[in-house]
């Protein structure tokens, strides 16, 4: 838990958290230099890099280049040429939107840009450092786009040191260039790493970039796909179920060119291989799916990969009907028999005959056809509504709406007004590291710690309700955790509500998840014990009572999270607390109805001492 209360303050400006987020390591780099060119429409992108992007990352693009007026103003935040209407995102023409990146990677690191339009002259030569501008001037350029970004984290050692070796953040950085270079097949890409040519992979088609990128043999392993519904485009390879493997290597999504995770898609495809492999091995998919972004949930952080759609349900049934088609008509019919061998993927001797999967498909099949023509043209929908509200709500940052929840009894509610009413400033001290102990007006209050901080920590993400999600940062090292079959269950299906208060959870593999990000105002917790703590509780709250799930996890999330006991507190902490809790809905008790705090009235003080 982290000594940083003053965290849990409700104004976090989410442009914020985003900037340190939009920059984690070399690769957040490549990602956004490489977009960039894609978006400035370049047919020939060189990525150079050096020590894992740690020293230097080089992008040198033929696109359209920058006027000198872009060219300084690029580096600013906010600034983009990309967006008018903040639904864009999932359009299919550009990547960026926020106008982030550039800002924040010259925020982090020594930059140079040298840009030239095709109509111009002279480029221009642009040098930034730790956002500082140091120099613009007039240069020789070819037309497009070079960014030299050096030193990444010069200025942040802490961040510095916790990037990881060479060998892992090249990685990082190859899969950010395979997750751009598969969706953009018209384009020449080249990866230079200390020297070393290690990818080139000139303009073509979807099959030639894939076996430049993972191996020839990679043609026999893979079966077309190809569907056009009248909402879903479909299109791209799966492979045979004969060349399934044991890791989830080379298992790609695209949603409108980008890549996207999404753990229930990869469900609906490993359900179309279902009695065709073991359970252990894992099919590879290069898939592109194409759908109005009307039909894509934007309640989501635009730098995360997750995404989800509006109809999740219609998707996974028609992808999987999809894929099985796609291995039905692939003839794959081999003979299957599991129970005969346990070593082998595929068993490929027995009696038992592979036919076609029988497919339930309706090509003409729209889910939003409920929602009338207006959802494609014309006026706003309800959808569309929320979608825009949901944008401004990331732009805006941080806010709340309060919930009703179990109302306080007329004369607890009196006690509450009055106290609302109360000046912000209070002497205050510190009883046996559990109490806070002020005075309001006339009385003396006793405030106990843990209680109070339970009570505003579940406050603050029950008021997060439905509108505005509770913005997650994504963690520098993600923590797989092992769970109980049971647990595992309880997480898969709480994992809405936890992704909208902040915890970005992934299944993974049988029994276990991985946490890849967490609150941005919990970011010091214990990770695993914290998840492992918030199950229990919600579990035990669910026999006690029948409470509402989303309100439940904020329970059991407040409760593993609060300052505790025996925690020192300094002054400022605990007028932060004790005015944080007076703005609470109802201060006096915990959700769970355990009492908050104490009032001593004068009055019976003075009965006291006139004995
Ligand atoms: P975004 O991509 O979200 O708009 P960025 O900070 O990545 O924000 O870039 C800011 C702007 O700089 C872009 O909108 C674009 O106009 C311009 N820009 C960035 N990189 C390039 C490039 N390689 N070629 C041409 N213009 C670029
Ligand atoms: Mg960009």
């Given at each position: 838990m982290s000594d940083n209360i003053i965290a849990l303050l409700p104004d976090h400006v989410a442009n914020q958290i985003a900037a340190g987020e939009v920059?984690?390591?070399p690769s957040s780099v490549v990602k956004e230099l490489l977009e960039n060119a894609v978006d400035a429409g370049a047919t020939q992108i060189r990525l150079i890099i050096k020590d894992a992007g740690k020293s230097l990352i080089q992008v040198i693009d033929n696109g359209k280049g920058m006027n000198p007026f872009d060219a300084r103003m690029c580096f600013e935040r906010h600034a983009t040429s990309k967006i008018s209407k903040a639904d864009d995102l999932w359009s299919l023409t550009t990547k960026g939107f926020r106008g982030e990146a550039l800002a924040s990677i010259a925020a982090v690191a020594q930059v140079e840009m040298k840009t030239r339009k095709k109509d111009d002259v002279v480029g221009q030569h642009i040098i930034i450092e730790g956002s500082k501008f140091v120099s613009q001037e007039e240069c020789q350029t070819p037309v497009g786009t070079t960014f030299i970004v050096k030193n990444l984290f010069y200025n942040i050692t802490a961040r510095r040191n916790f990037l990881k070796n060479d060998q892992v953040e090249q990685k990082h950085i190859i899969d950010e260039f395979e997750r751009i270079a598969l969706p953009h097949c018209d384009i020449h890409f080249t990866l230079i790493s200390n020297g070393n040519e290690i990818l080139n992979l000139p303009a073509g088609n979807l099959m030639q970039r894939i076996k430049l990128l993972y191996g020839n043999y990679m043609q026999k392993d893979l079966v077309p796909v190809a569907e056009d519904t009248s909402f879903l485009k479909i299109g791209g390879y799966v492979s045979l179920p004969?060349?399934?493997?044991?890791?989830?290597?080379e298992q790609f999504i695209f949603i409108n060119n980008r890549f996207i995770k999404n753990a229930f898609l990869n469900h609906a495809i490993s359900e179309a291989y279902k009695e065709l492999i073991s359970f252990q091995s894992h099919p590879k998919y290069f898939l592109f799916l194409e759908l109005d972004?009307?039909?894509?949930?934007?309640?989501?952080?635009?730098?995360?990969?997750e995404i989800k759609f509006t109809d999740e349900k219609s998707v996974y049934m028609l992808l999987m009907s999809v894929v099985k088609r796609a291995l039905g008509k692939a003839n794959v019919a081999p003979s299957l028999d599991f129970?005969?061998?346990?070593?082998?993927?595929?068993?490929?001797?027995?009696?038992?005959v592979y036919t076609q999967p029988k497919v339930n498909y309706n090509p003409d099949y729209n889910p939003f056809k409920n929602s009338g023509p207006s959802s494609y043209q014309g006026k706003e929908t309800e959808l569309q509504k929320v979608n825009k509200q949901n944008w401004e709500a990331l732009f805006d940052g941080f806010k709340q709406t309060s919930e009703e929840e179990a109302q306080p009894n007329t004369r607890d509610q009196h006690a509450i007004e009055d106290l609302k009413k109360e000046s912000v400033d209070y002497n205050v001290f510190q009883l046996n590291f559990k109490y806070i102990v002020t005075s309001f007006g006339q009385n003396v209050v006793i405030i106990d710690q843990q209680r109070a901080h339970e009570r505003i920590v579940y406050e603050h993400y029950l008021n997060t309700?439905?509108?505005y999600k509770i913005s997650s940062q994504q963690l520098l090292f993600p923590e797989q955790i092992e769970l109980s079959a049971n647990d595992f269950n309880l997480v898969k299906d709480l994992k809405d509500e936890f992704n909208q208060l902040g915890f970005d959870i992934e299944e993974f593999g049988k029994n276990s998840i991985v946490v890849n990000g967490a609150p941005s105002d919990l970011q010091d917790i214990n990770v695993i014990q914290t998840i492992e703590g918030v199950l229990e509780t919600f579990k035990l709250n669910t026999i006690d009572a029948k409470i509402e799930k989303h309100d439940n996890l904020c329970r059991a999330i407040a409760k593993n999270t609060c300052i505790r006991y025996g925690k020192q507190l300094d002054d400022s902490e605990m007028k932060l607390i004790v005015n944080q809790v007076l703005q609470c809905e109802n201060p006096l008790y915990t959700a769970n109805g355990k009492p908050v705090m104490m009032e001593v009235d004068l009055t019976e003080i003075e009965r006291f001492f006139k004995k």
């Open positions: 920059v984690q390591r004969s060349a399934a493997v044991k890791t989830r290597k972004p009307k039909h894509i949930d934007i309640n989501i952080h635009p730098t995360k990969t129970e005969t061998s346990i070593t082998s993927d595929l068993v490929t001797s027995s009696d038992k309700k439905s509108e």
